[in-house]
């Protein structure tokens, strides 16, 4: 049996904040890994998006752990990673650069995330959604 940490932020007034009204001091230490990962992985995604003026109507980043004990303990250490991006824009075509964005910081301009895959396997999901009204 494995035990599960999992931490989720979401951007708030251009900040990630913890949801649910968390506290980073309520987080032990190996969530605060997470926390990080969240926080990295957004600040770099949303750095890409910038340079093509794109901004979230919702954006929110849930970085789980497993650990390899059935209870968090001061020995327990991840054995895998999982990211879930999941982001609300304005436009149907804003989708493809949001995606690009979000693989190039899954797959190493995001430092933290990048150090996560030297301790264990880090998998990610992407959900993206548009408000943009379609007309049929």
Request: hydrophobic share 40%; glycine share 6%; charged share 25%.
């Amino acid at each position: 049996m494995s035990n599960t940490q999992r931490v989720s932020v979401e951007l708030k007034n251009g900040k990630f904040r913890l949801v649910e009204g968390q506290k980073t001091d309520d987080l032990n230490p190996k969530s605060l890994m997470l926390y990080a990962a969240a926080e990295c992985a957004g600040l770099t995604i949303m750095g890409i998006l910038r340079k093509d003026e794109i901004t979230p109507k919702r954006f929110e980043i849930t970085v789980e752990g497993t650990l390899d004990t059935p209870t968090l303990a001061a020995e327990s250490r991840y054995r895998s990673f999982a990211v879930h991006y999941n982001f609300e824009c304005k436009s149907i075509s804003n989708q493809n650069c949001v995606s690009c964005a979000i693989r190039e910081a899954q797959e190493g301009k995001c430092g933290v995330v990048a150090m996560l895959k030297m301790i264990a396997p880090v998998s990610h999901e992407i959900a993206i959604v548009s408000s943009e009204t379609v007309n049929v």
